[in-house]
């Protein structure tokens, strides 16, 4: 088994071995992987993080050793908390890095930092105020960024931000918590499930105060929540149908 670390900002994390193949999510400086099978230019890799498996470039990712994957895994992310930032590497040139990048691998990768960084706070309370830094942020399916997001990613960073973990997609991340019977249970930071006509989890946001929701479509955008799901508050339509409110953090 071989294991990588991502050295630049952003790397697209591919369904199939190609540079046209469909981006399912993004690889961010910093995350750590195992390495599950190497080609000539592509790798399939297996994200320490979420288990998320995909192709990635093999130009866009730095090995390390087993030793030192595993010293990664243990410690407690530590993560930038500006939109942008950048990283200086050997030859003192700057790298932009993006926010919630991993600054774990800092000494693997010879780079130095000096910008803002945080540990997980584990405070639910503070769940609302880092999705707002996402606000207007366009929809990308696959992306994890503020240039960039999509749904799912939006969420898993917001929750990552705050020291939580939870899984990639959207109908993953509706296997982890506590289902809540009415939205009035519910309290800001909690998850908000939505279905299509076949009954697939197919998108989800965060819950917010005065029944309003934040999430992503078309961009990230504040609406109203009710029972029937969410309104979008430009079209004066249902966008999304209700399918279960889960309670993540307590």
Same mark, same amino acid.
């Given at each position: 088994?071989?294991?990588?670390?991502?050295?630049?900002?952003?790397?697209?994390?591919?369904?199939?071995?190609?540079?046209?193949?469909?981006?399912?999510?993004?690889?961010?400086?910093?995350?750590?992987?195992?390495?599950?099978?190497?080609?000539?230019?592509?790798?399939?890799?297996?994200?320490?993080? !979420?288990?998320?498996?995909?192709?990635?470039?093999?130009?866009?990712?730095? @090995? /390390? %050793? $087993? +030793?030192?994957?595993?010293? &990664?895994?243990?410690?407690?992310?530590?993560?930038?908390?500006?939109?942008?930032?950048?990283?200086?590497?050997?030859?003192?040139?700057?790298?932009?890095?993006?926010?919630?990048?991993?600054?774990?691998?800092?000494?693997?990768?010879?780079?130095?930092?000096?910008?803002?960084?945080?540990?997980?706070?584990?405070?639910?309370?503070?769940?609302?105020?880092?999705?707002?830094?996402?606000?207007?942020?366009?929809?990308?399916?696959?992306?994890?960024?503020?240039?960039?997001?999509?749904?799912?990613?939006?969420?898993?960073?917001?929750?990552?931000?705050?020291?939580?973990?939870?899984?990639? !997609?959207?109908?993953?991340?509706?296997?982890?918590?506590?289902?809540?019977? @009415? /939205? %009035? $249970? +519910?309290?800001?930071?909690? &998850?908000?499930?939505?279905?299509?006509?076949?009954?697939?989890?197919?998108?989800?946001?965060?819950?917010?105060?005065?029944?309003?929701?934040?999430?992503?479509?078309?961009?990230?955008?504040?609406?109203?929540?009710?029972?029937?799901?969410?309104?979008?508050?430009?079209?004066?339509?249902?966008?999304?149908?209700?399918?279960?409110?889960?309670?993540?953090?307590?």
């Amino acid at each position: 088994m071989q294991y990588g670390l991502c050295y630049l900002s952003v790397v697209a994390l591919r369904l199939e071995a190609s540079d046209t193949s469909e981006l399912v999510s993004q690889v961010l400086y910093g995350d750590s992987f195992k390495v599950l099978e190497q080609r000539k230019c592509w790798s399939r890799i297996r994200l320490a993080y !979420d288990k998320y498996e995909g192709w990635v470039d093999n130009k866009q990712f730095k @090995f /390390i %050793e $087993e +030793s030192d994957y595993n010293t &990664l895994q243990k410690e407690t992310p530590l993560l930038t908390t500006d939109l942008v930032d950048f990283i200086t590497d050997q030859n003192q040139q700057l790298h932009p890095i993006l926010l919630g990048s991993c600054l774990n691998g800092l000494p693997y990768l010879k780079h130095h930092f000096e910008g803002a960084k945080a540990e997980g706070s584990l405070y639910k309370s503070n769940i609302v105020d880092t999705a707002l830094l996402y606000l207007n942020t366009p929809y990308l399916w696959g992306g994890k960024t503020p240039f960039g997001i999509d749904c799912s990613g939006f969420t898993q960073m917001v929750y990552k931000l705050n020291g939580f973990n939870i899984l990639r !997609d959207a109908s993953q991340q509706a296997s982890q918590g506590e289902a809540l019977s @009415f /939205i %009035e $249970e +519910s309290s800001p930071g909690d &998850l908000a499930f939505f279905d299509n006509n076949e009954g697939e989890i197919t998108h989800v946001g965060i819950i917010m105060e005065d029944h309003r929701i934040i999430h992503a479509h078309g961009k990230v955008r504040i609406d109203l929540l009710d029972h029937s799901g969410i309104y979008n508050l430009d079209t004066k339509i249902h966008s999304h149908k209700l399918r279960v409110i889960k309670k993540i953090v307590s």
